[in-house]
């Protein structure tokens, strides 16, 4: 398996959609493009394109019938179902991947606090029943885990809020200040992805903003009616927080004890340094949210540009130091 | 034109499941059209590239429908020649009956993958549970709730190690530890990957260190290689990634300590304290968990933290501090 060539995911997962497919439309007959192409989860232009190929496709070798299916654009219609034959037409069992994608996915929802309890009880039965159906294919699922972290009673009412369509007020953490902000929010939709965020229309701010459900520190639903307004939801699969080109530039240097910058902080660049350190260069809206990881860092690194966070990082350690009744030595 | 790859596929997958008896591969060769077509394209059905073309199309397509889950057996006849046919019996889907909410917190669920394989294999078991009768049109989700759980894959080296997982087989990778420079080989035999707070590790036996270890997937570089065939060492029932991260993550605290916080900074070191006590001129008195990283985390708060005891915590965040001041 190594060293094999790129898959050809797409003839594979196509195989198996039309395997599923002629089965779904022998039972039924002139099903609509529409319907069946909702049944199974994909555009109506991939299920044309699977309509095309069927006519290509029989279960007898030597001139035997292909599949006489054809559409008129709103409905499926096939003249020979006899032609797959009883046997071929049954629903098969589920491969390992299969059951491992769905099993897994499955047990990961299952662990979301903010899950209402029906659906939480829902979902495992139907865990139960696919892995009693998938047989030893659901052996591998125990081989792949997923966590989702959400705090759980800051998520029911986000949750709450959202379907009631009301405000929420909440106390905010912003861990770049160390400070806590008191915000109203329109709550539009909550998203995990590693850890769980809110994104809401921000009043306080009047923009679009992501909020960390950890970092909430209280939260109330409250009467009024949530408004956002129309906006695009984005697709968060990427990070969820993008610098713009327009943020000012940082550049910090870390020795081999600071390489992890580079794993938590989106940059631009990051060049290697004798000695096993980087160069790391980012951008990012609010400079002085740095500091703090100026100050983490210690001895591991330090900020090169701007010069005035620099500053900041070294007379707040001073500061510090100050409390302990250690001298900082001087300067260099 | 070529025949596509999906047609092929296709005829193959109908042809073993629609007969009784074993096809052997002249009659498979001679009955689906992108065969025949190849064998055209290529020259003389004789000859012998063009036989050996055929087999490495036919290998791999076998391969990629038992991907799929198709279970093809290889039955040699009475006159020693191989035949190929996907019993109904070992590809049936047993009976499974889902009610309309189980069915939709299947949906949820199929939906979740954000890397391509996973996400293609959960719509093929969706799909398959359709075609076996998967009540449709109720999706209260999309009614009521506004949760959209996604499991983030970005890293290169998922995709080779899932597979090492599931097959088990042993793997080699340059791995570089968080605090060096160079990435150094790793031999490992992979058990099971974890994603915890939107990271995906990788739990197995290092092989040259001959113990178990847990490693992060970010930090793999280069191509995961997969290393002959079968693990030297026992497979634990239970694999524990998550606590080995904890503990780097320094939150498997075993002592506490008491710091001075000043009076509204320092939210999440209050939400963590066990106790607080309130003090003249704008200060609080913490008692917090102690444990790894809680140096360099404390630094962070600059003066408005102070690290009243114990003293190898304290002299820790001041060595810190002067590290910082020193620029």
Known sequence: MAGKPVRPVNAIDQTRRMLSLVTYLRERPGARIADVARAFGITEDELVSDLDVLPMCGTSFRGGDLLDIDTDGERIWWHNPAALGEEAAEPLRLAADEATALLVAARAVTTLPGLRESDRQALLRATAKVETAAGEAAGASARLSVTFESEGGVFADVDRAISERRRLWIRYYSPARDEITEREIDPIRLVSVGHTYVEAWCRRSEARRTFRLDRVAEIKILDDPSTPPEIELRDLSEALVQPAAEDPEVVIEVGPGGRWVAEYYPHDSAEELPGGGLRITLRTPDPASLRRLALRLGGDGRIVSPPDLADSARSAAAGALAAYDTPAEPSR | ?327
């Not at chain 2, 077509?37 to 791999?60: I, K, Q």
């Open chain 2, 1 to 327: 034109m070529a025949i596509a790859k999906a047609e092929r596929l296709m005829n193959l997958a109908l042809c073993l499941l629609g007969t009784r008896r074993p096809l052997s591969k002249r009659e498979l060769r001679d009955s689906i059209e992108a065969y025949v077509e190849a064998g055209r394209v290529t020259g003389s059905r004789l000859d012998t590239a063009a036989d050996e073309a055929f087999n490495r199309m036919f290998e791999r397509d076998k391969d990629d429908l038992r991907e799929l889950g198709l279970v093809i057996e290889t039955v040699e006849n009475i006159d020693g020649e191989v035949g190929y046919l996907a019993r109904r019996d070992s590809n049936r889907l047993p009976p499974i009956t889902l009610d309309a909410e189980e069915a939709a917190a299947l949906g949820l669920a199929a939906k979740v993958w954000q890397q391509a394989r996973l996400a293609g294999a959960a719509s093929g078991a969706l799909q398959k549970l359709r075609a076996a009768g998967l009540p449709e049109d109720v999706d209260p989700y999309e009614a009521h709730s506004a949760l959209e759980p996604r499991i983030p894959v970005h890293e290169a080296a998922f995709e080779p190690l899932m597979l090492a997982c599931r097959d088990r087989r042993p793997v080699l990778f340059d791995y570089r530890k968080a605090t060096a420079a160079r990435p150094e080989p790793r031999n490992v035999e992979p058990w099971a990957l974890e994603c915890w707070r939107g990271h995906w590790y990788l739990a197995g036996y290092d092989r040259d260190r001959g113990a178990e270890r847990v490693f992060r997937l970010s930090r793999i570089t280069g191509r995961v290689r997969v290393r002959g065939t079968g693990f030297t060492a026992p497979v634990p029932d239970v694999v524990t990634v998550r606590e080995t991260v904890a503990g780097w993550a320094g939150e498997t605290a075993d002592r506490s300590a008491r710091i001075r916080l000043r009076s509204g900074a320092g939210y999440p070191l209050r939400a963590r304290a066990t106790a607080v006590r309130e003090l003249d001129g704008g200060w609080d008195e913490l008692e917090i968990p102690y444990g790894h990283g809680l140096d360099a985390w404390l630094v962070e708060f600059g003066p408005d933290v102070v690290v009243v005891e114990p003293a190898e915590l304290r002299a820790d965040v001041v060595d810190r501090l002067r590290a910082v001041a020193r620029g």
